[in-house]
């Protein structure tokens, strides 16, 4: 405790809670997998273009957010209130499109509408970024809220056997748009922020572990930014266009990590351990929205139990000694919950799965960066790691929602009579049954792939923090 309060006149208890607030709005703003099925008539041509549009925006969004974050350390390094201000405006901005993406009357309005959302999220996120820049609280809030949002974006969302639908055009993502209460709770934050006495200056300016960064190495950032965003996108388009490919998937995915590790390594291995534990957080997030997908819980019990996970996790980050064997537990049980979840397919699995998750989150943040009180990461790095939960694009594409399959030497040994077309349908009648949901179960090739790249997260942690 004593530890805490010694942080919290220095970091900002108020712009903490902004960026946190802030974090969550634009989780939920970017988050969202491709799916053809939406409600609207329209054609292949004009369905593919709005994949295609869905994809784009939330990249350019990403880059956004570490054009932002970069622009501000190099020209506006000591602004404290105007990224705020700033901030409030790009909130009211996702507010406007809340309002009129339910309205907009064809295909090219709802894709502008799409865009203008998703550049509005990722200015807000730089905003927010520069905003606790030189608070070691503010940081791990907002991370914790843009990752925790991330993974509760799918709480109140169900899918179908093939995948996510899109019941209404009331939304440009599939999970739905921001919640008025996180609008409203964003925006009163940030004015807060922006109004209230903030921390000594004289103090923050002489934290050690919070370097100015020269303009070389904001460039640098920008461009290794926009490196791993157009690898992302090319993967959503090669795993996306036409019929699903393991082999592609699997190839998109392995190329993308291997170029985020190779740009993590360009900072120290402490740095470099945050951008690994981003991807891990963002690949157990993109394994809960799989999870949930088919839960029958109720969208309030998943929320609470979500956001008390992430406020226990916080505490006990932030309350006791995180060392490198505490945040290591942390990364597995962020790697295991979801798919042990998944592959268990009974209830609550997903909801106690969802729990692990939001605690074990901000302990692996604190842990991946080192103790709160000596160490956080440098202003360099921290855009790139808040920018890869773009990466949920790539991973929700290559690792849809687990189909339904039947179970055919279930099926056999109960007397179902089988039969098979030539074009790969056919029927399954079982005498005797009314319902055929005893012979189902759900493929777990998408499960035992987003484990594949949770456990290399993992093992990459482990090596970094042994060398560091």
């Avoid at 970091?11 to 970017?30: H, I, Q």
């Avoid at 790009?90 to 309005?109: G, Q, R």
């Avoid at 709770?185 to 922020?193: D, H, M, S």
């Avoid at 989150?361 to 773009?390: C, D, E, F, K, N």
């Amino acid at each position: 405790m004593r530890r805490l309060r010694a942080d919290l006149p220095a970091a900002g208890a108020v712009p903490a809670v902004a960026a946190c607030a802030s974090g969550a709005l634009v989780a939920v703003a970017w988050s969202g997998p491709r799916t053809a099925q939406w409600p609207f008539a329209a054609g292949v041509d004009d369905l593919l273009r709005w994949q295609s549009a869905q994809s784009t925006a939330t990249i350019v969004g990403q880059v956004l957010a570490v054009v932002v974050a970069a622009l501000f350390l190099a020209v506006a390094g000591r602004a404290r209130r105007l990224p705020w201000i700033l901030a409030v405006v790009a909130i009211v901005l996702l507010a406007f499109t809340k309002v009129a993406i339910p309205e907009s009357a064809s295909l090219s309005v709802l894709i502008a509408l799409h865009g203008v959302k998703s550049v509005a999220a990722g200015v807000l996120l730089g905003l927010a970024l520069h905003g606790v820049h030189r608070s070691r609280l503010g940081w791990f809030a907002l991370a914790t809220g843009l990752l925790g949002g991330t993974a509760l974006a799918v709480a109140s969302t169900r899918a179908t056997t093939d995948g996510f639908v899109a019941l209404r055009i009331d939304s440009s993502s599939v999970f739905g748009e921001p919640a008025w209460w996180l609008v409203g709770a964003a925006v009163a934050a940030a004015v807060a922020a922006a109004t209230l006495p903030g921390p000594d200056l004289r103090r923050t300016e002489t934290v050690p572990d919070v370097p100015d960064a020269p303009n070389r190495d904001l460039l640098r950032l920008v461009l290794y930014a926009v490196l791993v965003a157009v690898v992302c996108r090319v993967g959503v388009d090669v795993v996306g266009a036409g019929e699903y490919s393991l082999a592609y998937a699997i190839a998109a995915l392995v190329v993308a990590l291997v170029v985020i590790d190779r740009v993590a390594a360009r900072w120290d291995a402490a740095d470099a351990r945050t951008v690994v534990a981003t991807v891990l957080a963002t690949t157990a997030a993109v394994a809960l929205w799989n999870t949930l997908a088919r839960t029958a819980s109720s969208v309030t019990a998943l929320l609470a139990v979500g956001l008390a996970g992430l406020v226990v996790g916080a505490l006990v980050a932030w309350l006791l000694p995180v060392g490198r064997i505490m945040s290591w537990i942390a990364a597995v049980a962020l790697a295991a919950a979801p798919a042990t979840a998944g592959l268990l397919d009974v209830e609550p699995a997903p909801a106690v799965a969802l729990g692990v998750v939001a605690v074990a989150l901000p302990v692996l943040l604190v842990g991946a960066a080192g103790s709160p009180g000596s160490h956080a990461p440098h202003p360099t790095v921290r855009p790139l790691a808040l920018a890869l939960p773009g990466f949920a694009l790539l991973l929700s594409t290559a690792a849809p929602v687990p189909r339904q399959v039947i179970d055919f030497e279930l099926a056999e040994s109960l007397g179902a009579s089988i039969s098979q077309s030539d074009d790969g349908t056919g029927s399954v009648s079982l005498l005797g049954y009314n319902s055929l949901d005893t012979l189902l179960t759900v493929d777990p090739t998408s499960t035992y792939l987003l484990l594949g790249v949770s456990a290399v997260a993992v093992l990459r942690l482990v090596t970094l923090s042994r060398r560091g």
